[in-house]
């Protein structure tokens, strides 16, 4: 089993940044998809951002690409969302999530992730 934890949540003010995290336990060892997903109060939950653990290759939604950088601390077991210039739409419940995978795996559908944290809220308003 792998235990994530979410932190780092908060309010931040338009134009502004924040830095998340997705601290792993547990079973550790191996190779995973990890995606960080988002639900804005009465919206349904969207991918935001994916990295693979095997290569650190990431991806991202359009809707953030340019703004939030995704990054891995190995020694930390911990996965990172920096997320610049905040917009008020960015407001919601950020979550990570794994999905063990033997490959080299930038690809995090919802449907296939294997764990979940209970989330970060991130409020952007002024």
């Known amino acids: 089993q792998l235990q994530l934890v979410e932190s780092g949540g908060d309010l931040v003010q338009p134009g502004g940044s924040l830095r998340l995290s997705c601290a792993a336990s547990?079973?550790?060892?191996?190779?995973?998809?990890i995606g960080w997903f988002r639900q804005a109060p009465g919206k349904e939950r969207e991918a935001v951002s994916c990295?693979?653990?095997?290569?650190?290759?990431?991806a991202y939604a359009a809707s953030v690409e340019g703004r939030i950088h995704v990054f891995r601390d190995n020694a930390k077991n911990t996965v990172y969302l920096q997320m610049n210039s905040l917009k008020p739409e960015d407001t919601g419940v950020y979550y990570c999530?794994?999905?063990?995978?033997?490959?080299?795996?930038?690809?995090?559908?919802?449907?296939?992730?294997?764990?979940w944290g209970k989330g970060t809220l991130v409020t952007v308003s002024s």
């Open positions: 999530a794994a999905k063990r995978t033997p490959f080299d795996s930038t690809r995090c559908p919802e449907s296939a992730m294997d764990y």
């Open positions: 547990g079973f550790t060892s191996g190779t995973y998809a």
């Open positions: 990295l693979s653990t095997l290569s650190g290759r990431t």
